[in-house]
């Protein structure tokens, strides 16, 4: 099973999803080179309070771009560390919105992450729609209405030492797709570990070492405008 995270068919849809809740000039993104290869992007979000934000990067300015990372909305800098010399790297940000389920706590078994031993995750493990749990009735994009086209009735189970499938009821009727979200016990935050299709409600998640004890969460979500690009061009290698 694919240990993590966003498939390129799903990072496809992260790229091609549209979103009308803020314009490019609520966001202010700059792009610093801070050593020959690595570049510091800070932003500053004047929209409304998202759930956080996607880095996207390119080396031409018309893309393709590639998501670097989804971060938590009191991030507001990302480092892109030990890149290409002598290329010119093209950098966007968005916000993303929407309503998370109920956190549920997970305890694995001891046990470290054997690839063959797991060779048939997938067959439990792919995202999937399955019946009795697509409700759709809810407009998350409604700030009066969003909280309830949040994901209910979140329930784990243990599939091994190191996997979980997770299933959920979906209730958003407008959703872009759904994250899966975890926040190790000694972490600070939650992390976006898979993006999953709309109308998806069971997924499956092979964890991390220092994921045995975990919150998990999923939340239906809708992305805002890009912001304008920023660029910065790298120099010789150290």
Known sequence: ????????????????????????????LTATLVTPVDVTLTWHDDGPAPAGHVVEYATHDGGPYTVLGFVVAAQTSYRHQNI??????????RPYY??????????????AYDDDAHADDQAWAAPRAEPGRNRADQAIRAPDAAASGAPTDLAPTVMNDNGVRLTWVDHARDED???????????EDFQVVQVLDPRVNACGVATLPDEKRAAYRVRAFYYGDRSAIAHATTGGPP
Do not use: N, Q
């Open 177 to 187: 797709g759904y994250l899966m979200e975890i926040k190790a016990a000694d972490a």
């Open 84 to 93: 290409m010399p002598h290329t010119t790297f093209y950098y966007r940000v």
């Open 98 to 111: 929407g309503p998370a389920s109920e956190a549920v706590d997970v305890t694995l078994p001891p046990g």
């Open 1 to 28: 099973m694919m240990r993590r995270l966003l498939a390129a068919a799903l990072l496809l849809a992260a790229l091609t999803a549209c979103g009308t809740t803020t314009s490019a000039a609520d966001i202010r």
